[in-house]
């Protein structure tokens, strides 16, 4: 694993395993891996984990009633919760029921997602350190709430690198991506080769791949002239990082050509595999995203590291601050069929043991009414659930309170998540570090700050 590296101008020097010209190489992990690649299904704008999969049957029962005393009395932990909020708790419209052997409950918003839940390792205890969107954003997608920092997709390439070296390591799928915009995927002061790379879910993954038919022939030519001159230019100005990216980017973007073009026909896969999950559906945002997860699929099929996908098909996502129960309607409608899709189709190909899957958002919601029907911010307590990748599947981890509030049963930091997330990889997290103006930096901070989520890992 490319674990140290020094300053950006003695990169080469100081990390022995470090080629700019090949910065996806492939490295071999600190210890044995769980997993060795990583899809990321980040559902922007906070779902609310008790309509979903948190199930609170108190909060069902007391549906309409005054806030009690015992929210009442966490005002001085939580305070900011209560604001805009009205005296009145407010359950969702959803059945709930047991599913698989595990008997794990799960509303029936989900119904596909359902029928997987016993691979699916859920953490009922999540919690934040902001209640904006755009910085909650940023450190679960950076471990930082300022933007600016490289992104976890950043960090694992670069401590991985990719095993197809004809695709980018770290691929974006999305629409409308999350709030803050492209500092969630960025790779801040890690070298410009770990920056997340979009595709498009339609048409050519990459626009331009395709060269016209009168430059075909000599492509090749021009481009090793090119390099060769390139080199030439770098060669008089040693340990620029910038420099050597570009001379990479310009080969990646070469043998692109007919990699890209090829794991983006989604035509090709079987029609019983377009309709499990939803290519063709009439509600078009579903489509648009089972789209995404089948090519997701395709990508780590390719050997790509790290794909991530965003939900919806607009700016707000699951953000329900007005007719909460249309939020979740909706984007459980476009996003429950594609998901348990992908999960049954990587089991199915031999590729979810080697692949760890997590579905995360910003932060949850507040069970006191909002607005008309709505529900708040609340970084206080959420869920989210991982699968594959070596976890210990048809489990739940962690608890809020009986309404959902705040995490009581083993709070978990999103610092902790992402060191979870490595130490599946095979990566030591104090390990994995990057020197940067006289600091080592690391995506879970301060060295020994962070803990692995008890349980989750096998």
């Known amino acids: 694993m490319r674990a140290l590296a020094a300053e950006e101008t003695r990169l080469q020097e100081a990390s022995p395993t470090w080629n700019a010209l090949a910065p996806m190489a492939p490295q071999v992990s600190a210890v044995l891996p769980r997993c060795r690649q990583v899809i990321f299904l980040f559902q922007y704008g906070g779902p609310s984990g008790f309509d979903l999969i948190d199930y609170k049957p108190e909060l069902i029962r007391l549906h309409g009633q005054p806030v009690p005393q015992s929210l009442r009395d966490q005002k001085d932990r939580v305070g900011g919760v209560f604001q805009h909020c009205k005296d009145e708790l407010m359950a969702g419209p959803w059945r709930w029921r047991q599913h698989g052997e595990c008997g794990q409950w799960m509303s029936d918003l989900l119904p596909h997602t359902a029928t997987q839940i016993d691979k699916l390792c859920q953490v009922r205890s999540m919690f934040s350190e902001s209640s904006n969107h755009a910085p909650a954003t940023y450190l679960m997608n950076t471990g930082a709430i300022l933007g600016g920092k490289p992104s976890l997709g950043s960090w694992i390439t670069w401590g991985l690198g990719s095993e197809n070296q004809n695709l980018p390591g770290y691929v974006l799928l999305y629409k409308v991506g999350g709030l803050g915009g492209s500092a969630n995927w960025s790779n801040g002061f890690l070298p410009a080769a770990y920056q997340g790379t979009q595709f498009r879910h339609e048409g050519d993954p990459v626009l331009n791949l395709r060269p016209g038919e009168e430059f075909v022939a000599t492509q090749r030519d021009t481009l090793d002239l090119t390099q060769a001159l ?70 780590i099929e390719k050997g790509v590291r790290f794909v991530q996908l965003y939900n919806a098909v607009d700016k707000l996502g699951w953000d329900g601050h007005e007719n909460n129960t249309d939020y979740n309607r909706r984007n459980a409608e476009q996003t429950d069929q594609p998901v348990a899709a992908l999960l049954k189709d990587l089991e199915q190909r031999g590729l979810l043991d080697s692949t760890l899957v997590i579905w995360a958002g910003e932060f949850g919601r507040t069970p006191m009414m909002q607005g008309n029907e709505g529900r708040n911010h609340n970084p206080y307590g959420f869920s989210i659930w991982m699968a594959g990748g070596g976890v210990n599947a048809g489990t739940a981890i962690g608890a809020t309170d009986e309404f959902g509030l705040r995490a009581v049963e083993s709070p978990q930091s999103i610092k902790n998540l992402h060191a979870t997330i490595l130490a599946a990889l095979g990566i030591a997290p104090d390990d994995l570090y990057f020197e940067h103006l006289g600091r080592q930096e690391r995506l879970t901070g301060v060295a020994q700050s962070w803990n692995l989520i008890p349980g989750v890992l096998r």
Not at 233 to 242: D, F, M
Not at 253 to 271: F, I, K, W
């Open 230 to 299: 390139n080199k030439r230019h770098a060669a008089a100005r040693l340990g620029n990082p910038g420099l050597e990216g570009r001379i990479a980017a310009y080969e990646l973007a070469y043998r692109m050509q007919s990699a890209a073009l090829d794991v983006g026909e989604l035509s090709r896969e079987t029609m019983e595999t377009q309709q499990a999950y939803g290519l063709h559906d009439s509600n078009t945002g579903k489509a648009l995203y089972a789209r995404m997860c089948l090519f997701s699929r395709r990508l």
